[in-house]
């Protein structure tokens, strides 16, 4: 019988980088001139949601389909909402 590999779970720590989207997000949604009541109202979200993704002290992870959504209303490319400051 051959070995069996061992499985071991790894843990992230992403607070940093979901804290960095927030920030990113709330960047370009006010360069835009929304305010978050109207992303939430274009996304279909609360906007206590979008204010709950944008707060440095909540992480709120979100969907590949929330980001995409909110890169389209916002009209920047997913990848500057992903750039990450060190």
Do not use: C
């Amino acid at each position: 019988m051959p070995p069996t590999k061992e499985k071991t779970s790894a843990t992230f720590n992403n607070r940093r980088k979901f804290i960095e989207l927030g920030y990113n997000i709330a960047y370009y949604r006010k360069h835009a001139g929304l305010t978050q009541e109207q992303l939430a109202e274009e996304l279909g979200i609360s906007r206590q949601h979008i204010g709950a993704i944008e707060a440095p002290n909540i992480i709120r992870p979100i969907s590949l389909e929330l980001l995409f959504n909110i890169s389209t209303v916002l009209d920047v490319e997913p990848a500057k909402l992903l750039t990450f400051r060190d």
